[in-house]
């Protein structure tokens, strides 16, 4: 069963009251965020932390290769590894794009887990996928109601928020889309050894990092590193790399106030210049312009 009107007109309330603007809103309680949007959006590349997004209203596409995934209020988005992808927004009149986003702890997913007797098996095709859909149950939906509701005082978000943050991520370990969480916490699972190597990415991006070194981390050969790396990704682990440097390198240019230079340095790029032509072939815009846009989306 899928989410009523009802229900999520009522978490959509919830968003509104804690998000009087557009834009990225902390909550109360560590890891958990909402999200507001009140215009379309066109495809626009996201580097994306493993996280739970719910939607109470709007709709949100994400673009991985050939694969679309539609995040609506039926069905919230599992991304149970850093995913780098394009998203757009689409609006009806009126409305606003509102959004509970919950950062994966792999500590309490590892938990879960060892308490968890025999978790359901499901159909699979048999290639790991880094983000996937997840229906919005009647628990899923009254979890994140629950949620919402404690986060507008501090000392229930305190008390109650991690264990229903707790609930909400035991919920999706039981849907077919946990299997995708499941297989990154087996020690000797293909997901497990490619989240090795994009840990490996997030944590040393500027340092020079070879196919063949990410593929020892893996425990795996060259080719069958590679040929895993992009079937749950969706990038060549190269162009992961690259990826991860330019969108790191967009932060410290809008949040830290770098200059063009320091930030290609301080990614690893060698030439500013290289950097620049790399930049515009991601964010369309040369990284003056985008970060003068972005800066007016803020304002705005």
């Known amino acids: 069963m899928m989410m009523t009107a009802n229900k999520a007109i009522d978490l959509a309330t919830h968003i509104l009251q804690q998000a009087a603007q557009a834009g990225w809103h902390p909550s109360r309680l560590d890891g958990v965020s909402l999200l507001r949007q009140d215009s379309n959006s066109p495809p626009t590349p996201v580097l ?37 992808f394009e998203c757009d927004t ?99 699972g293909r997901l497990r050894q490619i989240q090795r190597s994009i840990e490996h990415i997030h944590r040393h991006y500027a340092l020079p990092l070879s196919v063949a070194l990410l593929a020892e981390l893996a425990g795996m050969s060259s080719s069958a590193f590679h040929e895993s790396f992009k079937a749950v990704t969706g990038y060549a682990p190269i162009q992961y790399l690259k990826n991860t440097r330019l969108h790191q390198a967009r932060h410290l240019l809008l949040q830290d106030g770098h200059n063009i230079s320091q930030a290609a340095y301080a990614v690893g790029y060698a030439s500013p210049s290289q950097f620049s032509r790399e930049f515009k072939r991601l964010f369309g815009l040369p990284p003056r312009e985008e970060i003068q846009r972005l800066a007016m989306a803020t304002d705005g």
């Open 90 to 188: 689409s609006l009806q009149q009126d409305e606003h794009l509102l959004a509970l986003v919950i950062r994966i702890d792999p500590s309490l997913v590892d938990q879960l887990l060892r308490l968890m007797d025999d978790p359901p098996q499901h159909k699979t095709s048999g290639k790991p996928q880094g983000m996937l859909l997840c229906p919005m149950t009647p628990a899923l939906q009254d979890a994140a109601r629950r949620l919402l509701h404690s986060l507008q005082q501090e000392q229930e978000s305190r008390v109650l928020g991690p264990g229903i943050v707790r609930e909400i991520l035991y919920r999706i370990l039981l849907a077919d889309a946990g299997q995708t969480l499941r297989a990154l916490f087996a020690r000797h």
């Open 48 to 84: 994306h932390e493993a996280s739970v997004v719910i939607v109470a209203q709007g709709c949100q596409r994400g673009y991985l290769g050939e694969q679309v995934l539609s995040v609506d209020p039926g069905h919230c988005l599992v991304v149970a590894t850093p995913m780098q």
